[in-house]
C-alpha cells in the first residue's frame, strides 16, 4: 500500500466512526421518547443480533470448512450416464 492509499483508508475509517448510524439515531430517538429502560433494551436487542448474525456466519464457516475436509465429492460429469427410461 501507498502512504496515499494507507491515508485514504484512514480518513475513511475516521468518517464512517464519526457519523452515526441508523441504530445510533433510533437508540437516542427512542430514549429521548420512551426513556432510558426503553433504550437500554433496544441496545440488548441490537447487540444480540449481530452476535446471532456472527454466530451464524461462524456456523456456516464451520460446516463448509468440515465438508472440504471430507472425502473428495464426486463431480457429476464424472458419473457414468444414465440411461433415458
Not at 11 to 27: E, K, M, N, Y
Not at 59 to 79: E, F, I, K, S
Request: charged share 10%; net charge positive.
Amino acid at each position: 500500500m501507498t502512504p496515499g492509499n494507507i491515508v485514504a483508508l484512514l480518513g475513511t475509517t475516521l468518517v464512517l466512526a464519526i457519523v452515526p448510524g441508523p441504530s445510533d439515531i433510533a437508540v437516542v430517538a427512542r430514549s429521548v421518547a420512551s426513556g432510558f429502560t426503553s433504550a437500554l433494551f433496544m441496545i440488548v436487542g441490537i447487540v444480540a443480533t449481530c452476535c446471532s448474525a456472527d454466530s451464524a456466519g461462524l456456523a456456516m464457516q464451520a460446516g463448509v470448512a468440515r465438508r472440504t475436509t471430507d472425502a473428495p465429492r464426486r463431480c457429476p460429469a464424472d458419473l457414468p450416464p444414465q440411461p433415458v427410461r
